[in-house]
């Protein structure tokens, strides 16, 4: 048994960790916008969200959902103009991407085992607040615009297990009265929620017309734009996708770096030659240097042959 409570921490961090799982992009087009998703939000979209906020534990920045009840509407119009600007800006605050793991041992099961825990993570009730908003907002144009398949029962309005059960019961009474067949299949999927491909549910939300606005140059609040965060994990085809969608290939980062020397020190050899193609160069003799090391080791050229393809 482990009972050092930092071991345990690591035990557990690399147990949950192990849940993603590294996929091929694929290309997205965001070139075109849906009007209503991206509207202004309006009072009472704020108010309606807050007041469904449960009382739960809230996240890294302790700030509890009562705190938010029980602000006036000048404060509350003060967080009005903030969450416009994240939607506007479509950069999140660090701070909406940290969140708390707690274990949380299964029912029935052996708690010495790590498999016999789910994480539950605490997150800020300020996103939260805006999760909802724009929940509220997609589950209202998906059910108005009946893009939904009449079979879908989950995470709808007016829909539930129960409407589902009731269907199912429904047909099995149809087939035993024409003397039918009826068959079944339960499917449960492990660990479903982390087997998840973003990008197919990205696609998904786009063929569906849940399309927001989307600026290629964007710097986010680790002061990264897409193209540096696609060239950083290797993501060939997304870095692509951004090229063609005008991505700035000279754009500089916070910490002094671009979208080439970010995929140089990762060791993405195909996304090099990929900014390199699209003339990607540098003006600055450290970071020249700094990329020489990192792209004969990445593409396995010597170093004249490297400097010549730079030139």
Known sequence: YVTNPMKQSNLFANHFSSYSHEV??????????????????????????????KNSTPGADNIPSI??????????????GMLQQQLDSSVLPKAWKHMIIIPIPKPNKDKTKLTSYRPIALTSVFCKIFESILAHRITHF?????????????????????????????????????????????????????????????LKCLQLALNESFDPNQIDQDGLTPLMWASSYGQLATVQKLLSCGASISAIGDSGENALILASSAGHSAIVKELIN????????????KLIIHLSKALKFNVDALLDRLH
């Open 142 to 202: 998906l059910t108005s615009q009946k893009k939904l398949n009449p079979n879908q029962h989950g995470f709808l309005p007016f829909r539930d297990n129960h409407t589902a059960i009731y269907k199912i019961y429904s047909a099995i009474s149809e087939a035993r009265k024409n003397k039918k067949f009826f068959v079944a299949v339960s499917l449960d999927i492990k660990s479903a929620y982390d087997s998840v491909h973003v990008d197919d549910l990205i």
């Open 67 to 80: 705190w938010f009840k029980k602000l006036d509407d000048a404060s509350l119009l003060k967080i009005l």
């Open 278 to 289: 699209h003339g990607a160069s540098l003006d600055y003799k450290d970071q020249v240097l």
């Open 24 to 53: 091929q992009p694929i290309p997205l087009d965001y070139s075109t916008e849906n009007e209503f998703l991206n509207k202004n939000i309006e009072f009472w979209e704020l108010k309606r969200a807050i007041s469904k906020t």
